[in-house]
């Protein structure tokens, strides 16, 4: 039997006639949103990432990459003057937008669901309350007297599938010496302590966080077959990195009345954590309540949080199962999100996913993508999922801030844009024109004066095109 195939000439014109149609409503929602888009000089990409947060006391104590600084929380509240009330973030990561707002005196609420930002946040609180002289000198002396050297206990290094072999053998002794020896504090200190640990994991691993997945150096061993090499340079041995991070942390806590973070001290609002998915926490929080949300989701970049956190997972006990029931709990942002049933979830998001159904951009891209996945042109089978998912869960989000929100409140998201296919991926616009049926208006959308590139293998195949990175600022009606 012969197999009758496509004619060539509609297998070539069909991918360009969608992308064509893409490229037109992409041009009819900017022209909607011509007045909002703002060139805003004052930010910056350092700003609005963990970069400037590098070199700042108390902020700089753990590398969280996906963050943005606490300059960007005090440029926004300072530019659209919110200087009272309570503050949510519904996706906290290492809490910059918690305490930055704690210490302009606001009190700030957040949800986080990865336990590496829950520690992180649960630590940072510590010397905002009731950290004593005794907690500096314990500190002090961990570092001036090795005592993870000195112990006899030793507590084995939990490990997941994806973080065998991620240290070098002297590094995991030691590392297991410390947990033993940390075992004998109060609980206080054994928090401390663990947060000082989970700040060098890191450096002193053969591991770098790399986006979408851990990249492992060669001489971990576990790169046979690449042949691209990596080095991720010097390695430094444990007790360097420990000691040069409990006295980085010292001192930043002793002169933190001179450097001005905490200078006023009646000034500063509580901090509150809830701990869980957004999704199953937002619909139980008080209507009306908050005047501001400040928060940067995950974006819909494939990155995996539960892979480039996994060495900070595992030495926080999560096993196998927790990872992957982690992993479909977040947003959808990686290809190995399942889809969720909404409205099982919640009944009430029928307004939120109808809003996403109409926008006929979105669409438009998503029937792009499917019919991209059928003549098996996708690199990932599971990018349209992904990309579903990823917009009609932030409808629901999007949904519950406008409930939670005061009138009149702001909310402000940190976000990229995407592309995939050789389809660009208005994030922005897509997500303002649904904010506006679910009861927001769109005052600005800050756009940084330097966009970001698309990935190597985008313009490679689909050439180089700038995407915008922006901060929207909805008003809620």
Known sequence: MLEISRPIETTLLLPQSALR?????????????QNKFTFCSALSRALVSFQANKTRPIYRWYKYKEAFSAGLVEYLCNHYEIKSGRILDPFSGSGTALFATSELGLQSEG???????????????????????????????????????????????????ITKGAYPRETQEEIENFLGALSHEDERMQTALKFVLLCVLESVSYTRKDGQYLRWDDRSGRRAGVKKPFDKGEIPSFEKAISAKIAEIVSDLQNKGQIGLFAVENL?????????SCLDVLPTLPANFYDAVITSPPYCNRYDYTRT??????????????????????????????????LALNSNWKQAINATDKQKLLQSILEYLEQQKDDRSLNNNGIPRMVRGYFYEMACVIMESARVL??????????????????SIS??????????????????????????????QQMGEHGRETLRKCVYVWRKA
């Open 21 to 33: 149609e893409i490229e037109k409503l992409d041009c009819e929602l900017a022209y909607k949103f």
């Open 427 to 456: 994030v922005d616009m897509i997500l303002s024109d649904i904010a506006q049926e679910l009861g927001f208006h769109v005052e600005n959308i800050l756009v940084l004066p330097n966009g970001k590139g698309n990935s190597s």
């Open 406 to 423: 005061k009138s009149n409140a702001l909310l402000f998201i940190v976000n990229d844009n995407v592309r995939y296919a050789g389809a």
């Open 111 to 161: 949800l986080e669901l990865l336990p590496i930002g829950q520690k992180l946040i649960e630590a940072r609180k510590l010397p905002e309350s009731d950290f004593t002289n005794e907690d500096f000198a314990c500190l002090q002396r961990w570092n001036q007297e090795r005592v993870w050297k000195q112990t006899s206990k030793r507590i084995s290094l939990p490990e997941l599938r």
């Open 309 to 342: 956190y996994a060495l900070e997972l595992a030495l926080l006990g999560v096993d196998e199962k927790g990872l992957t029931n982690l992993r479909q709990k977040m947003l959808s942002c990686t290809v190995e999100n399942k889809a969720k049933d909404l």
């Open 268 to 276: 500063r609002g509580d901090v509150k954590l809830h701990d869980g």
